[in-house]
């Protein structure tokens, strides 16, 4: 008698693994990944399992982990669009105002004045105004303006001089440059300054 020895099954490949891997795939894409990283991630973790205590029978360690890996790369693609939509929403939602040309005259001055420091260790005192930096001031031998464009102190949007004091009220250490805004009055809500 001629005896056969018992057929040997052939391991199947593991349907969790495979499904793992191309739930991982399709997770990579953005529209996708929000739907299939998570299933994409749990497949990949229960086909391992099973395969290691499947003695064998199971075959599909490979696709496995290729499932968890691109699942992986699906979450951190998901993170990174729900990171860009909320700063694109936080963006669109808050616009940041334009500056005002009084604004951004104050900055200049702002500027001018720390130049025109630089130059001479000091600010203009209060007396010599914004004027010192487009006319030298007979104790600085270091001046060396103009410091502002057209060598001008234009006055601010509504026609007022812009108010300049060293030291300052608001800014002690250094000094306060603001124009009195459409009212014309000082120390209402409309002023616009360097603080």
Not at 101 to 116: G, S
């Amino acid at each position: 008698m001629n005896e056969q020895p018992p057929p040997v099954s052939a391991a199947k490949t593991s349907a969790l693994a495979i499904t793992s891997l191309v739930l991982g795939s399709i997770s990579m894409v953005p529209c996708f990944g929000f739907i299939t990283v998570v299933p994409s991630l749990v497949m990949g973790g229960i086909a391992l399992r099973k395969i290691r205590k499947s003695d064998g029978a199971l075959k599909g360690k490979g696709i496995a982990i290729g499932g968890l890996c691109t699942g992986g790369v699906g979450l951190i693609v998901a993170a990174l669009m729900v990171a860009w939509t909320m700063w694109l929403w936080r963006t669109v939602s808050n616009p940041r105002p334009p500056e005002s040309p009084t604004t951004i005259a104050i900055n200049e001055f702002c500027q001018a004045l720390e130049l025109y420091s630089i130059d001479n260790g000091v600010y203009p005192t209060t007396a010599e105004g914004l004027q010192a930096l487009v006319t030298r001031p007979t104790d600085h031998a270091k001046w060396d303006g103009p410091y502002v464009e057209d060598g001008k102190i234009k006055d601010d949007a509504w026609g007022h001089p812009y108010v300049y004091r060293c030291p300052g009220v608001k800014v002690p250490a250094g000094f306060d440059l603001f124009s009195v805004g459409p009212d014309g009055k000082e120390g209402t809500a409309d002023d616009i300054g360097n603080w």
